[in-house]
């Protein structure tokens, strides 16, 4: 097991900089530049303190120590991370003067390489990991065929492990979002990148000229479509700015849809 403690004494995060190939630019204590793994926000969108030795995307609003840099670029978990940094995980290629899958630690030679490109999220893929009768999912009341339907299911690995993973498009792309489904907190868990204020949970079944209820929840959007075959849609944050408003009057819009709430 990597002490989380001990791993940062010994390493700086420079050198993750360095060893992840992040693009940024120096001044002072300040580094900024892209984020690689979020690919939005500009080339300013990551910020990196030395004296502070943390990070901070402005795109998803989220920082940390060196171990949730490498978390956040390479989309794993703190120990994953941490595996990473220490040398102990998986991870391809060599970097000249450490051990194979490591990244430097002081005094080392850093790989100045970039990245490989992440490939593109699949979502029918992820649907087909997705489990529509797990025992989890028992008390919600919702038919396998309606989760199915919805290309949605418990997820069992992945970022919303243990949660019920169901799919919303964002600014014209389809990401999954988790939904806890035991009281766990967050309610709504987003991946890297995408921003739950832009989102609206079941717009895209919204059908021409139709009626569009507006609901509380993504298991009420679920559950009116199950009983009565009707369209409903639900913000996926507990408060409600003006500018979801505004989406949300693009939809109906777009669509000649009357809302009812």
């Not at 418990?154 to 792309?173: D, E, N, Q, S």
């Not at 079941?202 to 929840?217: C, F, P, Q, S, Y």
Request: contains cysteine; proline residues 7%.
């Amino acid at each position: 097991m990597v002490d989380f403690k001990e791993l940062k004494e010994r390493t700086k995060i420079e050198d993750v900089v360095s060893q992840l190939g992040l693009t940024m630019k120096r001044s002072g204590d300040q580094m900024r530049g892209p984020c690689p793994y979020c690919r939005s926000g500009g080339d300013r969108a990551l910020a990196i303190n030395t004296a502070k030795q943390s990070f901070y995307c402005f795109n998803v609003r989220k920082g940390g120590d060196l171990i949730a840099l490498v978390g956040h670029v390479l989309d794993l978990r703190p120990k994953e991370a941490a595996e990473r940094i220490a040398g102990t995980g998986p991870l391809q290629g060599k970097v000249p003067g450490t051990v194979p899958g490591t990244i430097p630690q002081r005094g080392t030679v850093p790989n100045s390489s970039p990245s490989p490109p992440r490939p593109a999220f699949d979502p029918v893929a992820y649907a087909a990991s997705l489990q529509t009768s797990h025992e989890v999912l028992a008390g919600l009341e919702l038919a396998p065929e309606t989760l199915s339907e919805w290309m949605g299911g418990m997820a069992t690995k992945g970022v919303h492990r243990g949660r019920l993973a169901l799919p919303v498009t964002v600014a014209g792309r389809v990401a999954y979002f988790g939904l806890a489904v035991g009281g766990e907190s967050p309610s709504i868990t987003f991946p890297n990148g995408v921003d739950g204020r832009m989102a609206i949970f079941g717009a895209d079944r919204v059908t021409k000229n139709g009626e569009l209820r507006l609901v509380a929840t993504p298991l009420e959007v679920l559950s009116v479509y199950q009983n009565t075959g009707e369209t409903a849609v639900c913000f996926l944050t507990e408060t409600v700015s003006g500018e979801q408003l505004e989406l949300l009057a693009a939809v109906l819009g777009a669509r000649s849809a009357d809302l009812i709430v």
